[in-house]
């Protein structure tokens, strides 16, 4: 496979953020985001995706607290292309968003997920060290369980 690259595409190169979106229809459905508000996210420095000859295949979106005594960031999406699963994309990019949240000086990165979905349970929890912080309880809309788990930088 060719290499994967990091990229923060810009919030007005359409043609980028509609790759995005189609990956993010495909991962969450009607919970996925709209090319409009990926520029917004853009916009804001919290894109970041792979992509691979210049083909976007994986998203991730990370929201930054206020500054406060420690900095948390939280990851607020994140979604590979269905033809480019198990191939290692989320680990390149969650290793590649860690490093650069380090780098800034934040603390921690949060997230929110469900933990009986075993894919989700072997990439955060197993692989990447998240480590549950609290229960949630059931979520509004898919009555699914939902745990916030947080990982140390
Ligand atoms: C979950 C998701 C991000 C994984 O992306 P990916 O690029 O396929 O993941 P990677 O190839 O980097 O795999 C990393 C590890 O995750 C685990 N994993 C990924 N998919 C898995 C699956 N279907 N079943 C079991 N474990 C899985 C494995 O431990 C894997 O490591 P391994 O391949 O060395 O065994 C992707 O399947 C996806 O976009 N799912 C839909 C959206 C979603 O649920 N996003 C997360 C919530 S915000």
Redo the contacts with the bound molecule.
Sequence with gaps: MSEMRLIMPAPQDWAKLEQVEE?EQ???GVDGLSVFNISLFARGDSLYCVSIDGRIV?EAIVLYALPSEKLDAV????????D???????????NKVVEILKDKGFASLS?T?NPE???????YI??FGFEKKADLGSHPVKKETRHLVVKQL
């Design positions: 990956i495909a991962a969450f994986a990851l607020f999406s994140l979604a590979v292309h269905p480019f699963s198990r191939r290692g994309c989320a680990t390149f990019l969650l997230l997920m979905n075993v894919a989700l349970k072997e990439l197993r692989k």
